[in-house]
């Protein structure tokens, strides 16, 4: 079995041990047809718009409060 044959310093083994723990950044786009922001592959959360075409179906707030 291969044994080094330095010592490994605290701060190299530090920095090799902190890549597990790196986290990407969130794949945020913008949507096609309200141009809000929102994540890749996922409904827009504005207008319910997702792959050329609607989803979700939003109420008006306001055409509730009629009722």
Same mark, same amino acid.
């Given at each position: 079995?291969? @044994? %080094?044959?330095? $010592?490994?310093?605290?701060?190299?083994?530090?920095?090799?041990?902190?890549?597990?723990?790196?986290?990407? %950044?969130?794949?945020?786009?913008? *949507? %096609?047809?309200?141009?809000?922001? $929102?994540?890749?592959?996922? @409904? *827009?959360?504005? *207008?319910?718009?997702?792959?050329?075409?609607? @989803?979700?179906?939003? @109420?008006? %707030?306001?055409?509730?409060?009629?009722?």
């Amino acid at each position: 079995m291969a @044994v %080094p044959k330095k $010592r490994k310093s605290k701060s190299r083994r530090d920095r090799r041990r902190a890549n597990h723990d790196k986290v990407a %950044p969130k794949n945020i786009t913008h *949507c %096609p047809k309200c141009a809000a922001p $929102r994540m890749s592959h996922r @409904v *827009c959360g504005t *207008c319910g718009f997702y792959r050329d075409r609607t @989803v979700i179906e939003f @109420v008006d %707030p306001a055409a509730t409060d009629a009722l």
